[in-house]
């Protein structure tokens, strides 16, 4: 693939640079790397922390609003799935009409749809303004990475994207702790009202310091039957894992999405081989680099996703930890994710990706290992070492399979190759909790009434069995009212030993999720079409 020149172009009311868009403009400050990156972390830190800060306030919410479980379910299963299938669209869209200006109508729409959240009086408003945010969000996502890669030279684009993806993990994985203190000491929609500020100042410093740059050969029609092909593909694919766990895997439902979404995937490829200017090029795929890169974004999320919905409910509900401490208790894999993206993408402009995206996988690898071999009363010291490891694991994955990705696509596709990047992992992350989740349900169902009947327990019902192994996937104890304590001490003993049999069995095989990931790390390399970005200027 051939490198593209750039153009830049202004909003309305700015002046043309005076200087290379990899450096400052005649004010200092539009267009400037680093204030640019700045920029786009505020924005992406919204969606990030959206992602995990809403599972603390999902308790209260429902209790607040009178929704029942499956109701709640949707406030996060609606973000995903809108998020999930509107990406690469979106990408496309940025790189057609510029990646400014989509970044900001994404950061405009995202902070106004919070603040409706914040503002409603029932469960189906709250659930519709989710699934808005996920739309907006599936716009600044990849605009986000798009300016970045026009912005940089090759020279510092790993440590801009390290820098990147330590704002996306920070705000994951600190999640939790904000959620927090938020639902405890204000209230639940102060977690999405604080998104309005953060919004306001992502978009004044989008107005302020963003440059607009377009390839000379950007698109300039849209590929509408491969939109909705796909859209409906991905849509199917991720419903299929969100309601396999209610459905369960071996019924007709799940099996008819997933078919479905194959068909509709396959109809998708015919297709753009067929239009002239497909939404996104399948000549992208035959870079083995690029593919091995959304494959590796696939797996890490796997990993990194599936293990840490467990240990959430592990901390939670067997340590008996509050949601903050859960949150902080988590602080070693957030401290090693901010410590370690930069630190990698400066190993990765050095040393290339190969090695420090097989070495980072290899370290997740040993991470998810080390967490099937936590019990009942693992001290914290040990809890620590693994979620260190596991953070110094992901960031230069979350780096390096990144720039694999954006690095690999010619400029004009750096939005849809941003949107690919992100979908990768969405799908990750579901594939992950859905599929882990089987694992669990399955050794938890297998193994439950065994430990019951050692324990001495009273015999329990085939509903009784099925309510009570319910409870104990997420750490619950299934106490009935009014029992006696030395009853309720046996039930709990059960209960957590049960679920962390389901969570080693578990973590293991998410272990071996990224041991394959680290052959597929062996076929990446260095992004071909990372000098199609900036020009060198004053960085």
């Known amino acids: 693939m051939t490198s593209q020149t750039t153009l830049d172009k202004t909003g309305p009311g700015d002046q043309a640079p005076s200087t290379p868009s990899g450096g400052a403009s005649a004010s200092g400050l539009r267009g400037h790397p680093w204030f640019t990156l700045i920029t786009v972390a505020v924005g992406v830190m919204m969606v990030a922390l959206d992602g995990t800060i809403v599972a603390i306030a999902n308790p209260a919410i429902q209790k607040d609003l009178n929704a029942s479980f499956a109701e709640v379910q949707w406030i996060t299963n609606g973000y995903f799935l809108a998020l999930a299938v509107s990406l690469i669209t979106a990408g496309k869209l940025g790189d057609r009409f510029g990646h400014r200006q989509t970044f900001l109508i994404g950061v405009v729409g995202f902070a106004a749809a919070s603040g409706a959240i914040g503002m409603s009086s029932s469960i189906a408003l709250v659930v519709t303004f989710r699934v808005l945010q996920g739309l907006f969000g599936a716009l600044l996502m990849p605009a986000a990475l798009g300016l970045l890669r026009a912005t940089f030279p090759a020279e510092k684009l790993n440590m801009a994207i390290g820098i990147w993806g330590m704002v996306i993990g920070a705000s994951t994985a600190g999640g939790p702790i904000l959620g927090g203190v938020l639902v405890e000491h204000v209230n639940w929609q102060s977690v999405f009202f604080i998104n309005v500020p953060v919004g306001i100042l992502a978009v004044a410093l989008g107005v302020w310091i963003l440059l607009d740059h377009r390839a000379e050969n950007a ?16 849509f199917c694919l991720v419903w299929a894992l969100i309601k396999a766990p209610e459905w369960g895997w071996g019924d007709g439902k799940t099996w008819a999405f997933i078919v479905g979404s194959v068909v509709l995937f396959a109809a ?4 753009e081989t067929k239009v002239k200017e497909p939404l996104i090029p399948l000549g992208l795929f035959r870079s083995i680099p690029l593919s091995a890169g959304v494959v590796l974004m696939v797996l890490m999320a796997i990993a990194f996703m599936g293990g840490l919905f467990f240990v959430t409910f592990y901390l939670q509900n067997v340590h008996g930890m509050s949601p903050i401490d859960a949150g902080l208790h988590l602080l070693p894999l957030t401290g090693m994710m901010i410590v370690g993206s930069p630190l990698a993408g400066a190993m990765i402009t050095k040393l290339g990706p190969r090695v420090p995206l097989a070495g980072g996988m290899a370290c997740t690898a040993l991470a998810m290992y080390g967490m099937s071999t936590l019990e009942t009363d693992t001290g914290s010291a040990v809890m620590s070492l693994w979620f260190a490891l596991l953070g110094l694991g992901l960031a230069p994955v979350m780096v390096g399979a990144t720039e694999v990705i954006v690095g690999n696509a010619p400029m004009e596709l750096s939005g849809v190759a941003g949107g690919l990047q992100q979908a990768a992992m969405q799908i990750g992350g579901s594939l992950g909790t859905a599929v882990l989740g089987a694992v669990m349900a399955s050794k938890v169902d297998s193994d439950l009434a065994g430990n019951w009947a050692d324990a001495g327990l009273p015999p329990l019902t085939a509903a009784q069995e099925h309510q009570a192994s319910e409870a104990v996937q997420v ?27 389901g969570m080693s069995l578990a973590s293991l095989v998410a272990a071996g999720v ?9 076929l990446t390399k260095r992004g071909a079409n990372a000098e199609a970005g900036a020009g060198v200027g004053h960085i």
Do not use: N, Q, Y
């Open 475 to 501: 750490g619950v104890p299934p106490i009935a009212p009014g029992t006696p304590e030395a009853i309720a001490t046996k039930i709990t003993g059960v209960a957590h030993d049960t679920f962390i049999s």
């Open 268 to 271: 998708f490829a015919f297709w």
């Open 219 to 234: 698109p300039r029609s849209f590929d509408l039957l491969g939109i909705a092909l796909l859209s409906a593909a991905m």
């Open 514 to 522: 990224a041991v394959v990931a680290v052959l597929v790390a062996m």
